[in-house]
Every structure is written in structure tokens, then in C-alpha cells.
């Protein structure tokens, strides 16, 4: 009879319990990090896909340039009058680029 006392009895629903908030808890995970970085992504790809001759862009290093030849791997960036650098299309920032771009 002490032994009934000290274990607090049977828990009835506990477990289910425990697995609806790990449930929850995965489903808030997807929504607020998975989710985002997903489309984020997949909008930086939509972006370099799209870029063509002429277009300002900014570097992931900062650099700031016009598109002056795409290729299906590699960007030429004309950095400053007949100055022109070979950069991977991976290294085009598109948030830095948008900005540029407004302005």
C-alpha cells in the first residue's frame, strides 16, 4: 500500500499527451524555420535562373557590378569600365541585388 502511494498511481492519457505536443511542436518547427528556408531558396534560384546582360548585381562578398555575359555556370561582372570578373552564379546575393536594383 505505501509503494501505491509513492508512485502517484496510474497516469491515464499521459502518453497521448506527450505525443500531441511533440506533434505541435514539429508542426511550429516546419511553419517557422523549415518553411521560410525553403522558399527562400527556391526564390534565390527562380532569381539567378533570370538574370540576364545588363543587370545590376551585388555579390554574397558585396561587390557591386552589370551583368556583361551569363553563361549556363558562370557570370561575367563588370566592375568597374573594361574591368570584368568570372564569378559563380551561386555568388549572387538576391537580396542585396533587389535593393540595388530599386534604387
Do not use: C, W
Not at 39 to 61: E, H, M, P, S, W
Amino acid at each position: 500500500m505505501n509503494i501505491l502511494l509513492m508512485t502517484g498511481g496510474p497516469q491515464g492519457g499521459s502518453g497521448s499527451m506527450q505525443l500531441v505536443m511533440i506533434l505541435l511542436i514539429g508542426v511550429v518547427f516546419y511553419f517557422f524555420m523549415i518553411r521560410p528556408q525553403t522558399k527562400k531558396l527556391k526564390d534565390q534560384q527562380t532569381f539567378i535562373a533570370n538574370l540576364k546582360k545588363g543587370d545590376k548585381v551585388v555579390t554574397l562578398g558585396g561587390v557591386h557590378g552589370r551583368l556583361a555575359e551569363v553563361n549556363d555556370d558562370h557570370l561575367m561582372v563588370e566592375i568597374a569600365p573594361d574591368v570584368k570578373v568570372k564569378m559563380e552564379k551561386s555568388a549572387i546575393s538576391l537580396e542585396n541585388s533587389q535593393k540595388v536594383q530599386k534604387a
